[in-house]
């Protein structure tokens, strides 16, 4: 394996910078096409409940209420829509920097690895579907930031890869797994590749430690309490009033919304012609064509393929048995391991590409001192 770079090089000091890079330049295109305020489906009453710390449409989406709260006070001198469009710029962005570092984190250090993370970074960045998310007050901007970052965990604690095991940062991964379900219950559908990493790491999972990341994943999910304890004080915006146990477990499963979850095989099928479209467009063929040399490359690393694969395999399923109008934004999951993967994919043609241009200097070496016929 090519040895890392001390932490106080020039090089390694270069390679902290790079996603800084990556996210800068997508918070410029961003910024560039921000929405000047209101825009339509759920942008007018997200506003709204960040602006008041109210209530959401099920699940509830506690986290994003607070944080968007937060925010609009700090930026007291910007009108709350423009706040919080700007959010979700920085929140995409947040998403790219990570989606950056996690690639590169995959690979041994060299000059593919940083191609490679930078391409896949990009790609993902400027997805028509997620570019349409960064400029518009949305809750999947958050989601995006929030499965990046767990992503980028699991790879740092070694549930995935060939780095060391890190127990702290494997408490962290709980921890957000817990915070996306706060966000969005789709977040679920990530668990099973998380899952399959742990199994691979059992036998460093001694008791105490599992029994640690099972009270940070409680944790970052009991955002939750947030929903009963507000709506106690009737907010402006409190819809399903989930005050009562009852209410709160509807409120919080989206019970309302089951009479459009796999009830109808033309709903399968149309969202199925929605996501075989979305993927060509909103990467291009090109992009597209180097995922398949990136799974090849996802072989390599201990659990990346299984996990990956069964990660967005799932959200692609639930999003096509979901019979609603707005569906696009329920592919992002997918889309950000197929940002992977072209990442990873990219490394490996540059690899490849450096092998045939190394092997065909070295035969014209040998041509040029008469070893080889012409």
């Not at 699991?154 to 817990?178: D, F, K, M, Q, T």
Request: include cysteine; aromatic fraction near 8%; charged fraction near 15%.
């Amino acid at each position: 394996m090519v040895p890392r770079p001390s932490p106080d090089s020039p090089s390694s000091a270069l390679a902290g910078l790079t996603p800084l890079l990556a996210a800068m330049a997508a918070l410029i295109v961003y910024l560039r096409t921000l929405a000047p305020g209101l825009t339509e489906i759920d942008s007018g009453e997200l506003a709204t409940v960040a602006t008041t710390l109210g209530i959401a449409h099920p699940s509830g989406y506690p986290l994003f209420s607070f944080l968007g709260r937060v925010w609009v006070i700090l930026t007291g001198d910007l009108a709350p829509i423009r706040a919080l469009n700007l959010l979700s710029a920085l929140l995409c962005a947040g998403a790219v920097f990570l989606l950056h570092r996690t690639v590169r984190g995959l690979l041994p250090p060299s000059p593919a690895a940083e191609i490679g993370a930078w391409v896949g970074a990009l790609a993902f960045a400027f997805n028509g579907t997620l570019w349409s998310v960064a400029t518009v007050t949305e809750v999947h901007a958050l989601q995006m930031c929030l499965d990046a970052a767990l992503l980028w965990a699991i790879v740092r604690a070694g549930i995935w890869g060939h780095g060391p095991w890190r127990e702290s940062a494997l408490l962290l991964a709980c921890y957000l797994a817990g915070l996306c379900l706060a966000n969005h219950l789709t977040s679920a559908l990530l668990l099973p590749g998380l899952l399959l990493g742990l199994l691979r790491q059992r036998r460093r999972l001694r008791p105490r430690l599992l029994a640690t990341g099972i009270a940070c994943g409680v944790l970052g999910a009991s955002v939750y309490l947030f929903l009963p304890l507000r709506s106690a004080q009737q907010p402006l915006l409190d819809w399903g009033a989930p005050r009562e146990w009852a209410a709160f477990v509807r409120h919080v499963t989206g019970a309302q919304y089951r009479v459009w979850i796999f009830t109808s095989g033309e709903a399968f099928v149309r969202n199925l012609r929605v996501f075989l479209d979305l993927l060509p467009t909103g990467f291009t063929p090109l992009l597209l064509s180097l995922a398949v040399p990136g799974l090849l490359r996802a072989r390599r690393v201990p659990g990346l393929l299984p996990g990956t694969v069964v990660m967005a395999v799932a959200s692609v399923l639930y999003s096509l048995g979901y019979e609603i109008h707005d569906i696009e934004t329920y592919f992002l999951p997918a889309f950000l391991f197929v940002a992977l993967w072209i990442g990873l994919g990219t490394a490996l043609v540059v690899e490849w590409t450096d092998r045939l241009h190394g092997r065909s200097a070295k035969q014209a070496a040998r041509i040029a001192r008469g070893k080889l016929p012409l």
